[in-house]
Nanobody, 115 residues
Framework: QVQLVESGGGLVQPGGSLRLSCAASGSIFSVNTMGWYRQAPGEERDMVAI???????NYADSVKGRFTISRDNAKNTVYLQMNSLKPEDTAVYYCNLINFGAAYWGQGTQVTVSS
């Protein structure tokens, strides 16, 4: 069974940084896509950043230049380095995996940006 385990969320001041990690386990095809999505209260879940196993990445306009997605294919782990955090980045962040055409989600980790 595929499982995603997330870590790294927390409370940070505006302008601060956090690094999220997500490790996938199970039968993971070598060609896949992993990424991060976020959902604020009352809002839809939106894509933040995605990365293919081949190294292609894409970012939401709101985080370009501030967030960096990276992955370690040998460990089936994806990271999200978040710098220059803003209060509007506050949300539950979910790890996502597209594996054999199926979508898998982590349980979510809370990121709160506040003074």
């Amino acid at each position: 069974q595929v499982q995603l385990v997330e870590s790294g969320g927390g409370l940070v001041q505006p302008g601060g940084s956090l690094r999220l990690s997500c490790a996938a386990s199970g039968s993971i095809f070598s060609v896949n896509t992993m990424g991060w999505y976020r959902q604020a209260p009352g809002e839809e879940r939106d894509m933040v950043a995605i990365a293919s196993s081949g190294g292609r990445t894409n970012y939401a306009d709101s985080v370009k230049g501030r967030f960096t997605i990276s992955r370690d294919n040998a460990k089936n782990t994806v990271y999200l380095q978040m710098n220059s955090l803003k209060p509007e980045d506050t949300a539950v962040y979910y790890c996502n995996l597209i594996n054999f055409g199926a979508a898998y989600w982590g349980q979510g980790t809370q990121v709160t940006v506040s003074s």
